[in-house]
């Protein structure tokens, strides 16, 4: 749906997507599955929030950890700021940047949220690990289509 509305369309086109259809098979497979989607799942939710669970119980310990995993992702977002020119925009000064870090810090802190209840409603790690590779691969997948395809 973002890719055919003209006010989100921009936020679709990011370089990161610019690339061939075997790369990004690559980038789905390798980058996102086993280098970003399992490490992370393995750290928040495995070691983490079994720690956590321990201490403080689900709920603490899922807001915790969820905080956590969005912190962990403020480094990358000012690293690929530059990368899409919807949010190069919004960022190009430190309010703007500053909004686009704590935008994504929360969007990840609730998707952290989503990892845990996964996480203890399965009892397992293959249940984040999977949506957690839904979520970003389908993001690439669906920016790729829409630099390829042409749809904004």
Do not use: E, Y
């Given at each position: 749906m973002a890719a055919v509305i003209p006010t989100t369309n921009g936020f679709l086109h990011d370089s990161r997507a610019q690339i061939s259809g075997s790369r990004l098979l690559y980038e789905l497979g390798v980058s996102i599955l086993l280098l970003t989607a399992i490490p992370e799942e393995f750290a928040f939710r495995g070691v983490l929030l079994g720690s956590a669970l321990r201490l403080w119980g689900p709920?603490?310990?899922?807001?915790?950890?969820?905080?956590?995993?969005?912190?962990?992702?403020?480094?990358?977002?000012?690293?690929?700021?530059?990368?899409?020119?919807?949010?190069?925009?919004?960022?190009?000064?430190?309010?703007?940047?500053?909004?686009?870090?704590?935008?994504s810090v929360a969007v990840t802190f609730v998707a952290g949220l989503i990892f845990c209840w996964l996480r203890l409603r399965s009892n397992s790690l293959i249940a984040p690990v999977m949506a957690h590779f839904a979520t970003n691969g389908l993001a690439l997948a669906v920016a790729w289509f829409t630099i390829h395809h042409r749809l904004g």
């Open positions: 709920w603490r310990a899922s807001l915790i950890t969820s905080v956590l995993f969005g912190l962990w992702h403020i480094l990358p977002t000012l690293h690929t700021m530059k990368d899409n020119r919807a949010v190069a925009v919004a960022s190009a000064s430190i309010a703007g940047q500053s909004l686009v870090v704590a935008g």
